[in-house]
């Protein structure tokens, strides 16, 4: 996953705003209340973290994520939690140790999704909840989406995100079964987030920031004046507000 993103900052401005609005909403799927130790899985800068400290206390607390840049700065937003350098694949925490364990938009950037869900499992105590999102990229309602719907015009032969791990309606659900967790419950939450001018959404997009960014950062200048123009001609007049539908899950430990 990391390989995808250049800078704290950058990821901010590309993905922060969703992810911030998101982080509430899935704390509240996931059950998250006022009591319990809760994991942040690919914790990225710490929106997600943030939010969990909130409701828990920060000594309740911890995350993992296998960027440094990253673990770094969600020390620097959460400097009481316990934030280790760490991909999902190999969480760094014994057997049963928390409550709920919570994976905000990293399934689909996991090595191995379903390795990734069992190390969840396994570091959260029988009965406790493991959870995750993803964005709709496959049902096209993705915070992105008009950005893919553009690029497939400039160049059919791009990979779009639709081929993630749990991209797809139900494909996340199959994963958390296949990792063995039980009771399983879905849902979909959405955010929104409003631009005041289109080069606010653009720009993000030039940081090289995830598959988008790192497609449009292999593009030359009148390449990349092509591509925005078909973006600027897809979006609405600003002020717009851009929509994002993520898929969740959480099932229990056995």
């Known amino acids: 996953m990391s390989q995808y993103f250049t800078s704290t900052s950058s990821y901010e401005r590309f993905m ?22 809760a994991l942040d899985v690919g914790c990225g800068p710490g929106a997600l973290t943030v939010e969990l400290v909130a409701r828990l206390g920060a000594v309740n607390v911890a995350a993992i994520d296998p960027s440094e840049a990253f673990v770094e700065a969600a020390r620097e937003r ?11 694949e190999k969480i760094p925490f014994a057997d049963d140790a928390f409550d709920f364990a919570l994976a905000q938009l990293v399934v689909h950037f996991m090595e191995d999704a379903v390795a990734g869900l069992s190390e969840m499992a396994r570091v959260t105590r029988s009965g406790g909840v493991v959870a995750a999102c993803v964005w709709d990229y ?22 779009n995100e639709a081929h993630l791990a749990g ?15 039980a009771d399983l419950q879905q849902s979909s939450l959405s955010v929104g987030v409003e631009f005041a001018t ?4 653009w720009a993000p997009y030039e940081l090289g920031v995830g598959p988008a960014g790192a497609y449009v950062a292999g593009l030359d200048d009148a390449q990349r004046r092509e591509l925005r123009e078909l973006c600027s001609a897809r ?11 993520a898929w969740a899950v959480r099932g229990l430990q056995r």
């Open 16 to 37: 922060g705003r969703f992810s911030g609005r998101l982080g509430p909403l899935f704390a509240d799927f996931a059950g998250v209340e006022r009591s319990g130790r």
């Open 167 to 181: 991209a797809r309606e139900g494909h996340l659900a199959e994963l958390f079964e296949a990792a063995g967790l």
């Open 235 to 245: 979006l609405p007049q600003a002020p717009f507000t851009i929509t994002g539908k």
């Open 138 to 159: 496959y049902g096209r309602t993705s915070p992105l989406s008009q950005f893919w719907t553009a690029l497939e015009e400039f160049d059919s032969a791009a990979e």
């Open 78 to 88: 959460n400097p009481e939690v316990d934030v280790r350098h760490a991909p999902a």
């Open 198 to 201: 289109f080069d606010e959404w």
